[in-house]
Every structure is written in structure tokens, then in C-alpha cells.
């Protein structure tokens, strides 16, 4: 199998000058005819053969400039069509084949999703749709006629602005789209279907009236709303913050039930994964909100991050997959609270992207090989690629950034580019050297730093020694030291900021020190008092940090430091480490337990924290997390029991205080997804999870709110709560939210992924039977992924039984995926990068699980690839 490498980058020989595409929609199969004008770059040599991407295609007829070509021009198969010796000048290229979209499970390329047509085409659909240089620096103009029976597809909808539509004879119509910015094909879309919308309109900031509508099955057009508000705040706040403005007339939306992605950028016409879309407060949680609002948001920025400027090659997915989710966090930091979106996004980034660093899966934010593009649209390029920009706007400072993303804009409009192009930008724009800063694209691994410091009250100097280092990862055995933006603060012993006459050692602008060797000291003078550091404000770097720091230190930050960030952290810091060492035998001590309390109940009673913050607070940090902070050897039982008596040592003395908190936060307010209503529910819901998992109070509590719960937020989070600590009520529970909820297949993904964090030693056999009940929907990503990925993810207890039992349930059942869609397959055996963390009875187990896997079966590329990469 071929390993494709980011050094053997060149340009295709050819251009495509415009593409003409027919797409003839029938019941049972459509017929697709291409045209193509195609020309020779003015380097290519006559006589070069022009090869063209397919997948799974079978060519019906080929012409070129009108004339049929003879055999012996050409050469196609599934995979290729080859010109032999193209003309050396412009010809138009025109091919026919048939798909059948019914049968396409994969959902790359043309498929149906419950009735309606659609198609996916990032990275490499398109070529299950026609013959063509199906990569992204490739971009033409696209024209599309599609026609289809009207009674099946009434609405018919492509990239660009309609320009044409109308009659035809047998119960036919027909309608033309053209797009008039040149896109690479895996922008294309195309949808036909029968669906209901909503429609609105924006006016942009010069003035243009842009339409826009959201289409769905009927009978959802009003749980469209939510998703229409946030577009229509996207494209203000893209306006404001960035200076970007739309460019078609028309932006549509389209929910679709099947769909392998959260959802597509193509140009002008969103594709979606239906969970982020439809929203109503019955079945809808606060969680779900939110993601609806990121992912319109993140989809629309797009535009320009990713569509106007593309990347030249796959490697550089994270030129628009990180600054866009850049974008979104920002998008959603201002729309809501920062610091709550941004502790939000680092646990996100700590429970995801950490342990793919630090594993079997570890690759850099911009790789330089792959054998299925597929399985790098991971953690590591989506969420450490916003890090990396995030970066960047700390070194450059506000008006600093924008003023490069200005250059970046107005440069690159148009272009297919490199990471080495965006990075350009930013040194010419703020006149640094960016180029050791290059290297977090590069290489792969999260830094540790670690932290000493010592006082001379004698000579009122205060000194800070940092260092980094990187472990080694597959491939990189040696690592080279990055450049660190750690912003920081010295707190004094009354818990006010300090300052400092003099400073030397290492590079400190204002607040912020540039790190970039393996070790720096820095020298404070003229410091009054030994100070607490506060290190790393608001997460300025994606890394681990190790300090001298004790426990009081860290509940000091936890009460007087100015970041609300570092506050969470200290307090998630504290938990991990009591759970971790208790896991490994070593007892807190009453008096550790009973600081971290009073710690914990002081945030909950501080009149000026907002809820969500303090809901973060009192979080404490999952056993997955604790396992990650261990790192090897560990034992997910010890982990698991550990946590719980944590929390019951925490929770039982203060109980009745908690449950009076839990009790006055609750609301009669018509519901409301707004910051403040769902932070209002997460703490009530947060201390629900405290008393449950640590008091005897909880279980029934839980089973009380999920009876009387007005809305999903509620309801769910009782329900979840009650099966993660499998209450005397959890099954009860379960049954009854099914029953309730019978034919809502979104809430159905509720279900599932609350019955597989089941700790009990029945839940296999459990999600066996849901898997292999008649009914279950086994083509459908959402189900899947809701059963099997949070089992892998979050349920560490049973997926890694020493007795392989998880770990078989899972191989098992991606040897069926695979056969129906490869990339939902290999996305679910990520799970298993966790074997080198654990113990080694089940180590083994797990390794024995792959190992049958691979001898026993063929495999996909995409599943082929992650167990290789696990297994080595
Ligand atoms: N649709 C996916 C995303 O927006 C891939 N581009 O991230
Ligand atoms: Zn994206």
C-alpha cells in the first residue's frame, strides 16, 4: 500500500479551465457527464499523459473535442482515466458514468441519506462522482445542471447562484447553478431532495442582500432556528472582528441525516450532520446549542479560511482547519464568556488532543506522510492547530494579528497555499523571525516545561528557571525546543499582583515571556515578598507544566488569582493529583482533602464568579484525565475507585450545604439556551453530579429532576449522571428516556452514549444486544460513534478489562463497519491509543485484540493505517 509524502509535492501537468457538469437524477441510478477544458501548463512537455482521479467509477463514453476517442487513446479503470498523449493545447474532455448513490455506504462522493441526494467530497469524494485532477490546488470555475424527477426532488440545489430552471417532460425538472469563484473540487456540492426551509437574509457591510436559507426533512424547518440566529451572527461578527465579508448572493444550509463529518464548507451550500443543526429545548441540550452555534459559525468562517484561500496539498489541512477553529472559539468567546469558552476549549484539548500526542497516533500539526488522508483530519490539526494560531496572537499582540490576517487575506485571496506562506505572513507583518516558531507545525508531541523558583529576601530577588522538553514520538526520536509564550503574573502574599523594578535573562514583553531554549532563568529584582507565580494565564501555550507549586500554593491561585483560567486550573491540578496518587497508593491526607473543600465551596459561594465558571470549578477532572496524568502502568479500576472516594470524602461532610445550593438554582424560567441560563444549569447540574457521585442523597435527586425536567439539558444530565455511577435507578432510567423518546433518532445518540458509560460489568453484553437488534441503524455515523466512541473514550473501566472483553467488542465490531464505511471504522479504533498508558495485563489484552484483527481480516486503507501505526 502507498505511503504518500509531502516532499514529492508537484504541480499537476495540466489546468482545468472550467468544468461543465450534468448530473441526470433518476430513482435508480444518476448519470453524470463532465466537460472539461483542460490545458497544458506552459512547462509541461507534449506528450505528457493526463491522469485523472476516479474511485469506484466505470467510464460509459469518452470524446474529446466533440470526436469519440479510440481505445487506444486512453486507459480507465475504477481508479484512473489516463490520455495517453493529450493535445498540447486547450481541448475539452468530456466522460459519462453512472453512479448508483442508493448503494454508496461509504458516503464520499453522490449518496442518499434518507431520500435525499447529497454529496460529501472533502478530500478525495469527488472522484467518486467523475473522472478528474481531484486535488486542492487544482480550482476552476463550476457551471451545474442537474435535473431529477420533481415529485422525488422538488428542491435542487448546487454550489454558486442559480441561474437557470424550469419543465421538463415525464414528470422531470431541472435547474442550473454556477459558481463563478474558482474552487477545488472537493468544495463541490450538490443536494436533490424533497425537503421544507426557512429562509432570512443578511445585508452585508456594503450594502449586498445576501439570502439564506436552511433545508431539512419536513416537519424540522422550525428546529432550524437556533442554526439560522447563529449564521446570521457569524456573518456580523466576521465583519467586525476580521474585516470579511460574504460573496455570493445566496448561502444555503442543508441537514442531512447521514453524514461522516460534523459538516462541509463547500462554497455557498453548507452541508451538515443533522445533530448540528436541529434544536429545540425538549431534545436539545445546552451542549448541543453550543455546538449548533460553533459549527455554523466554523463552517461559514470557511469562506475565507479555507474556500477563497485553499491548501495547496492535504498535508496542509490545518492552514484552514486550525485558524478556523480559531475563528470559532473567538466567534464563540464574544458571543459568550471568554473564560468560560476558553477553559471549555482546553479541556477539550486535554481530554482529545493530549492523549493523541503523547500515543501511538502522534503526528505533527502539519504531517509530511499519510496512507489515508481520511484519518488526519484528527484532534492534533484541528484543535493544536487553533493553539498554534492562538499563538501567534499572543506574540503578535491584537492589533498585531490583525493586521497580519489583513496581509493574509489580501495576499493569498485566491490561492492554494502552505503553512510556510501563512507563517511568511506573519513575520512580514510584525517584522520577527518567526522561524523557530515554525516548528510546532512540524513536529509532533505536547512540551513539558518545568518550573523552579527560590526568593532572596536578602537581596529581593526572585528567580524562575523553566525548561522544556518533548518525548519522543513515532518517527521523531529527537525533538527540538519550540518557542513558548507563557504570559504570567507574580501574586503577592495578600493576593494582590506584584511588580518588579528589573528583570533579566530571558526576552519579557509586558506580561509575557518568550521561552525558546531548553532552559531559561530569569531574574526578578527588586521583589518585596516571595511571590506565587501564576504561569501560563489563559493557556498560552499548549503544554504540561510541572511546577514546585504545593497544594496551598495552588489553592491560593485557586482563590486570588486575577486569571480566571489559571484559578481552574489550579483547582483541576490539586483533584488530579490526590486521585492520582491515591490510585497508585499513596493516601491524601485529611487535612489535603479538607483545603481542596473549602477551596471548592468558597468558588461556589463567591458572589462574583458566574455560574458556568464555577460549574467548571467544581468539576472534577475525569478518570481519563487522571489516567492521561499518570501516563503508564495504569490501572482504570484504581483510577475509577480512587475518584470516588475522593469525592466522597469531599462531598459527604458538606451534602445537605450542596444539596441547598442544588435546590435554590432551580428555575422556572421558560428555557432559554442563552450563556446565562445554560451556566445557571450546568452548576445545578454539576452539583447533581457531586452529590451523586458522592453522597447517598444523589440518586434519588437525579431520579426526581429527570421526572420533573422541563427541558433535554436537564433530563439527559440526570439520566447520565445516574449511569455513570450506576444509581439503584440508572436502568430504570434508561428504559424509561427510551420509551419516551421512541423515534427521535437524536435522542435516540443520547441514549446510546449515556448506556455505554455504564461502569457495570453488564454493559458489554448490553451494547452488544442494542448493536444486533434488527432495527439498529448500522449505516448511520451518529448511532455508531454515539454507542461505540463513547465507550472507547469515556469509558475506560470496561473498554480496557484485563479479561480483552472490550477491547474484542470493539475489533469486532469494526470489522462489520469497515465493510459499510471504513473512515467511521478507523475513527472508532482510535480508542485503542491508549494501550501504552495501561497496565500490562491489559496492555496485552488489547494488544491481542488488534493483532487477531489484523491476521484474521481485510481491512480498509483507513483501518489499515491506524492499526499499523497502534500495533508498531
Ligand atoms: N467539514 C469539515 C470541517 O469543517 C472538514 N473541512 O472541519
Ligand atoms: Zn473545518
Redo the contacts with the bound molecule.
Keep these: 500500500e502507498q505511503t504518500i509524502y509531502l516532499k514529492d509535492y508537484a504541480p499537476t501537468p495540466y489546468r482545468i479551465v472550467s468544468v461543465e457538469l450534468d448530473f441526470k437524477i433518476l430513482e435508480e441510478s444518476t448519470r453524470v457527464r463532465a466537460q472539461l477544458t483542460i490545458e497544458p501548463r506552459e512547462d509541461t512537455a507534449p506528450g505528457t499523459p493526463l491522469v485523472l482521479d476516479g474511485d469506484e467509477l466505470k467510464l460509459n463514453s469518452i470524446a474529446l473535442d466533440g470526436a469519440p476517442l479510440v481505445l487506444s487513446a486512453y486507459a480507465s479503470d475504477a481508479n484512473s482515466l489516463t490520455l495517453v498523449e493529450p493535445p498540447h493545447k486547450r481541448f475539452v474532455l468530456e466522460t459519462e458514468v453512472t453512479l448508483k448513490p442508493e448503494a454508496n455506504t461509504k458516503l464520499m462522493g453522490l449518496y442518499r441519506s434518507s431520500g435525499t441526494w447529497c454529496t460529501q467530497c ?1 478530500p478525495e469524494g469527488f472522484r467518486r462522482i467523475t473522472y478528474y485532477l481531484d486535488r486542492p490546488d487544482v480550482l476552476a470555475p463550476f457551471k451545474v445542471r442537474m435535473s431529477a424527477p420533481k415529485s422525488l426532488a422538488p428542491v435542487l440545489l448546487a454550489n454558486g447562484n442559480l441561474v437557470d430552471q424550469g419543465e421538463l417532460g415525464d414528470g422531470m425538472h431541472f435547474a442550473v447553478w454556477e459558481d463563478p469563484f474558482l474552487k477545488p473540487a472537493y468544495l463541490f456540492a450538490l443536494v436533490a431532495g424533497d425537503l421544507g426551509s426557512i429562509k432570512d437574509s443578511f445585508t452585508t457591510m456594503s450594502g449586498r442582500k445576501v439570502e439564506l436559507g436552511i433545508y431539512s426533512t419536513h416537519g424540522k424547518e422550525a428546529e432550524c432556528a437556533y442554526a439560522m440566529d447563529s449564521l446570521i451572527r457569524s456573518m456580523a461578527w466576521d465583519e467586525r472582528r476580521f474585516g470579511r465579508e460574504y460573496d455570493l448572493d445566496v448561502f444555503n444550509i442543508v441537514a442531512v441525516s447521514d453524514f461522516n ?5 463547500n462554497k455557498g451550500l453548507n452541508i451538515f450532520n443533522d445533530r448540528l443543526v436541529f434544536a429545540k429545548p425538549e431534545t436539545a441540550t445546552d451542549a448541543n446549542y453550543h455546538g449548533i452555534e460553533r ?1 455554523i459559525a ?2 461559514y468562517f ?1 469562506n475565507w479560511t ?1 474556500n477563497r484561500i485553499t491548501c495547496r496539498d492535504w498535508f496542509q489541512l490545518c492552514l ?2 486550525g485558524l ?1 477553529v480559531f475563528r470559532d472559539q473567538e466567534f464563540t468567546s464574544d458571543e459568550r464568556s471568554r473564560p468560560v469558552q476558553r477553559i471549555h476549549d482546553v479541556q477539550n484539548l486535554r481530554t482529545s488532543q493530549f492523549p493523541e500526542d503523547g500515543g501511538p497516533l502522534a503526528h505533527p500539526p502539519r504531517p509530511d506522510s499519510y496512507r489515508e488522508i481520511n484519518n488526519f ?1 484528527t484532534t492534533t490539526v ?1 484543535e493544536k492547530g487553533a493553539e498554534i494560531v492562538r499563538m501567534l496572537a499572543t506574540i503578535l499582540g491584537e492589533d498585531g494579528f490583525r493586521k497580519a490576517m489583513d496581509l493574509y487575506f489580501e495576499r493569498h485571496d485566491g490561492d492554494a497555499t502552505t503553512i510556510e506562506a501563512f507563517i511568511k505572513v506573519f513575520e512580514d507583518a510584525s517584522g520577527r523571525d518567526l522561524s523557530q516558531f515554525a516548528t510546532w507545525y512540524l513536529q509532533a508531541g505536547t512540551p513539558k516545561v518545568s518550573v523552579t523558583d527560590s526568593y532572596d529576601a536578602a537581596s529581593q530577588t526572585y528567580t524562575l528557571t523553566l525548561s522544556q522538553t518533548i518525548d519522543p514520538t513515532p518517527g521523531e526520536p529527537t525533538k527540538k525546543p519550540l518557542l513558548i509564550p507563557l504570559r504570567f503574573g507574580l501574586i503577592g502574599p495578600n493576593g494582590s499582583p506584584m511588580g518588579w523594578t528589573g528583570v533579566s535573562g530571558a526576552a519579557v514583553e509586558g506580561d509575557l515571556i518568550l521561552l525558546d531554549g531548553d532552559s531559561v532563568t530569569l531574574t526578578f529584582e527588586g521583589v518585596a515578598n516571595k511571590p506565587i507565580p501564576s504561569l501560563f494565564r489563559g493557556f498560552s501555550a499548549p503544554v504540561k507544566v510541572n511546577t514546585n507549586l504545593s497544594q496551598d500554593d495552588l489553592l491560593f491561585l485557586a482563590r486570588h488569582d486575577s486569571d480566571p483560567f489559571n484559578r481552574w486550573d489550579a483547582l483541576q491540578t490539586v483533584s488530579t493529583a490526590l486521585i492520582a496518587n491515591a490510585a497508585e497508593g499513596k493516601a491524601w491526607s485529611e487535612n489535603d482533602v479538607e483545603a481542596l473543600r473549602a477551596a471548592l465551596i468558597d468558588t461556589l459561594d463567591n458572589a462574583e464568579l458566574d455560574d458556568a465558571f464555577k460549574a467548571q470549578a467544581l468539576d472534577i477532572p475525569a478518570e481519563t484525565v487522571v489516567g492521561r496524568h499518570i501516563g503508564r502502568d495504569v490501572n482504570p479500576d484504581a483510577v475509577a475507585a480512587a475518584r470516588k472516594s475522593l469525592l466522597t470524602a469531599l462531598v459527604s461532610p458538606v451534602a445537605a450545604k450542596l444539596a441547598g445550593a442544588y435546590g435554590a438554582l432551580a428555575s422556572s424560567d421558560v428555557y432559554s439556551p442563552d450563556a446565562a441560563q445554560a451556566g445557571r444549569r450546568s452548576l445545578r447540574n454539576g452539583l447533581l453530579a457531586l452529590l451523586t457521585a458522592g453522597s447517598e442523597r444523589g440518586a434519588s435527586l437525579a431520579a426526581e429532576q429527570f421526572e420533573a425536567a422541563t427541558n433535554m439539558t436537564d433530563r439527559y444530565a440526570a439520566m447520565a449522571i445516574s449511569v455513570r455511577n450506576w444509581t439503584s435507578e440508572a436502568s430504570a432510567l434508561l428504559g424509561e428516556f427510551r420509551t419516551r423518546f421512541a423515534g427521535d433518532p437524536l435522542v435516540f445518540d443520547k441514549w446510546l452514549t449515556a448506556s455505554a458509560q455504564a461502569p457495570d460489568d453488564e454493559v458489554i453484553e448490553r451494547m452488544r444486544a442494542t448493536l444486533t437488534a434488527p432495527d439498529f441503524p448500522k449505516t448511520n455515523p451518529n448511532r455508531l460513534r454515539s454507542l461505540l466512541g463513547s465507550f472507547v473514550m469515556a469509558n475506560p473501566v470496561q473498554f480496557t478489562r484485563t479479561d480483552g472483553a472490550g477491547f474484542r467488542f470493539i475489533t469486532e465490531a469494526v470489522v462489520e463497519i469497515d465493510k459499510v464505511n471504513p473512515q467511521v471504522a478507523s475513527r472508532i479504533l482510535t480508542g485503542f491509543r491508549v494501550l501504552p498508558t495501561l497496565e500490562a495485563p491489559r496492555r496485552e489484552a488489547g494488544m491481542a485484540a488488534l493483532q487477531a484483527l489484523k491476521d484474521q481480516h481485510s481491512l480498509s486503507r483507513n483501518v489499515g493505517e491506524i492499526l499499523d501505526r497502534i500495533i508498531a
Design positions: 472533502e463529518f460534523g459538516a462541509m464548507e459549527v466554523h463552517e470557511h479555507g484552514k482547519e478556523t483530519y484541528y
